[in-house]
């Protein structure tokens, strides 16, 4: 290995694409729902910047951070999951729905495969005599977000490994 391969432990390394993370983090509405969060387990997470792991917006929330940082962000719906698209918005007659379930109700969550075999995940929205609306947004498109963050470690892109002093 070569020394640009190594980290030294003393080193001010700054989050940038490619960083390996090691953090907390909380994802939460603006009226303190928290929808997700690891601040309750006993590890923190890694993750690498980049890997798509994380939406871009919450990306550039931990950019320029460093170990011992915290921080708290408001992220609008562009940012976060996205705006609310009524075209993500079908309608399904319930005869073709059938195939999918047979007992629909609102609120429940449907699969289906499109034309290239992906799954999208809908929300069943509103059922009437004729249809059935699946909803394809993004539970939380639309909505604001704070996106809290406790950074632990960070190693710059391509270390492999801690030199020993």
């Known amino acids: 290995m070569t020394d640009s391969q190594f980290i030294n432990p003393n080193e001010d ?11 907390h983090f909380e994802v939460s509405l603006e009226n303190g729902e928290i929808i997700d969060s690891t601040f309750s387990r006993d590890a923190p997470v890694t993750l690498t910047i980049g890997d798509e792991s994380l939406l871009p917006g919450f990306e550039q929330v931990l950019m320029n951070l460093r170990a011992g940082d915290t921080r708290t962000a408001h992220l609008d719906p562009e940012q976060a999951f996205g705006d609310w698209n009524p075209d993500n918005v079908q309608q399904f007659s319930r005869t073709q729905f059938a195939l999918i379930a047979d007992n629909p109700e609102i609120g429940m969550m449907v699969e289906f495969e499109d034309k290239g075999k992906n799954t999208l995940a809908g929300i069943i929205s509103a059922i009437d005599d004729d249809e059935i609306e699946v909803d394809f947004n993004h539970p939380l498109a639309g909505q ?6 406790q950074i632990f470690k960070v190693t710059p892109p391509g270390v492999t490994g801690i030199q020993l002093i």
Do not use: D
Request: net charge positive.
């Open 13 to 23: 390394t700054r989050i940038a694409y490619g960083s390996s993370v090691k953090l």
């Open 144 to 149: 604001a977000v704070l996106f809290k963050v």
